[in-house]
């Protein structure tokens, strides 16, 4: 990799690098033994459990901060302890929660992760995931970032009809786009999406998501299927790393070996803010898809959506810049 000089994390022509709505939720995880669970009054022993902050987009917005990015949510949270933990991991990894707001109307929404370790499962209660509307996004602050990150893309209800002019007016501010839809609880993969992805720069989907997007039966076809829609297409293939295509070129970025993977909660988001970083600092694509790759794999080295995220000096050190 050759960037010299290139390290430079942000531009301070605008306020923000990144700004991204917050589906803020925690994550209670369960993990190891049988977490697998069985109706008729049956009980079963998991081997550990840990309580975290959770959310596509915070997740996001943690590690973006954690490479220097100047990162901002908005969103809301409850009046309750839940609350309390998500405002505390958004501020110790550096992200601007002036933008956050309590809510005391509504609860702080909760993910019950059962974990097997390669796989999981997940029971939500949406909460304050799906609790901002049009009505929280200041206007000014739109045209104030160089990035806009979109994900929980469905299980966002209240503000996803607004994301067609929300990303109108982060474009017509000179910022670019990055979608994550994340899965469609409904399986329906429409709400409107279709319409917005001419106007995404960056699809970041993993092989499931790819296929029930495009509609396609193979991860091949969709990804022929999508990559006249939008610029850049990332792919994220979990333990085969990710693939990168735009219209005129094509990579593939193997994932980094962790020596004790303990879950890959959070490690998409953690890729998905890796990768940004790279595409905000116009590096090469196939850079961008390693430090996204680096970002993701190692993050699966603790519990929980956060606790194992690199930050940018961890990264140049593995990659042997200085």
């Given at each position: ?24 939720c ?55 302890p ?33 974990n ?8 939500t ?17 739109l ?70 997007i ?10 022929n ?62 850079e ?35």
């Amino acid at each position: 990799m050759t960037h010299s000089g290139r390290w430079r994390g942000n531009d301070m022509d605008k306020d923000y690098d990144v700004i991204t709505m917050g589906d803020c939720c925690v994550d209670l995880i369960l993990s190891g033994g049988s977490v697998v669970p069985e109706f008729g009054q049956k009980e079963k022993v998991v081997d550990n459990y840990s309580l975290e902050m959770g959310g596509s987009c915070t997740i996001f917005a943690c590690q973006a901060a954690k490479l220097g990015l100047r990162t901002a949510v908005i969103g809301k949270v409850g009046d309750d302890p839940f609350g309390d933990l998500i405002l505390r991991r958004l501020s110790d990894a550096g992200v601007d929660v002036s933008h956050v707001a309590r809510d005391e109307s509504v609860r702080t929404g909760i993910t019950v992760v059962m974990n097997t370790g390669s796989d999981r499962a997940m029971l939500t209660y949406t909460g304050t995931i799906d609790a901002i509307g049009r009505e929280d996004v200041p206007d000014g602050l739109l045209g104030s970032t160089r990035h806009l990150h979109v994900g929980s893309y469905y299980l966002m209800d209240r503000i996803r009809p607004h994301y067609r002019g929300i990303i109108e007016a982060v474009k017509a501010g000179g910022g670019t786009v990055s979608l994550d839809t994340n899965w469609d609880p409904a399986e329906r993969w429409d709400g409107g999406l279709k319409a917005l992805l001419p106007l995404v720069d960056v699809l970041m989907p993993n092989e499931n998501e790819v296929m029930a997007i495009a509609g396609a039966e193979t991860v091949d076809a969709a990804i022929n299927s999508l990559r006249e829609t939008v610029p850049v297409l990332v792919v994220k293939r979990g333990k085969d790393g990710a693939t990168v295509h735009s219209r005129g070129e094509d990579h593939a970025v193997p994932a980094v070996k962790v020596d004790a993977l303990v879950d890959t909660v959070g490690s998409g988001d953690s890729f998905d803010a890796g990768f940004l970083y790279g595409y905000l600092n116009a590096m090469p694509l196939v850079e961008c898809a390693r430090i996204g790759s680096i970002c993701g794999s190692i993050k699966t080295r603790a519990a929980g959506g956060i606790a194992g995220q690199v930050t940018l000096a961890e990264i140049r050190g593995m990659i042997g810049e200085e």
